[in-house]
């Protein structure tokens, strides 16, 4: 199973990114995103189950989306109202077998 997250980029504050994470060797299943800030630990930032039920950190709530396309065997999130405190690189998760993607890097300037 792999994951490969891609999407990120630099963006002023305020702006919007979307980021995928398309999956490869397994259907998608339930899926997470997560991020780390530098200095900081990962900290989960959303979740969608197969069913489509969404859950969120409160940090991002309003603001993120989590969506799924199960066609494209993909995963996205789409983040608006981008704040300096949302610099981190994000990572895709598959919570079942644990697999985790290599990140992409998302930089919010003030």
């Known amino acids: 199973v792999q994951l490969q997250a891609s999407g990120g980029g630099l963006v002023q504050a305020g702006g919007s990114l979307r980021l995928s994470c398309a999956v490869s060797?397994?259907?998608?299943?339930?899926m997470n995103w997560y991020r780390q800030a530098p200095g900081k630990e990962r900290e989960f930032v959303a979740a969608i189950t197969n069913g489509g039920s969404t859950n969120y950190a409160d940090s991002v709530k309003g603001r993120f989306t989590i969506s799924r396309d199960n066609a494209k065997n993909t995963v996205y999130l789409q983040m608006s109202s981008l704040k300096p405190e949302d610099t981190a690189v994000y990572y895709c998760r598959r919570p079942i077998g644990n697999y985790w993607g290599k990140g992409t890097q998302v930089t919010v300037s003030s």
């Open positions: 060797g397994s259907i998608i299943d339930v």
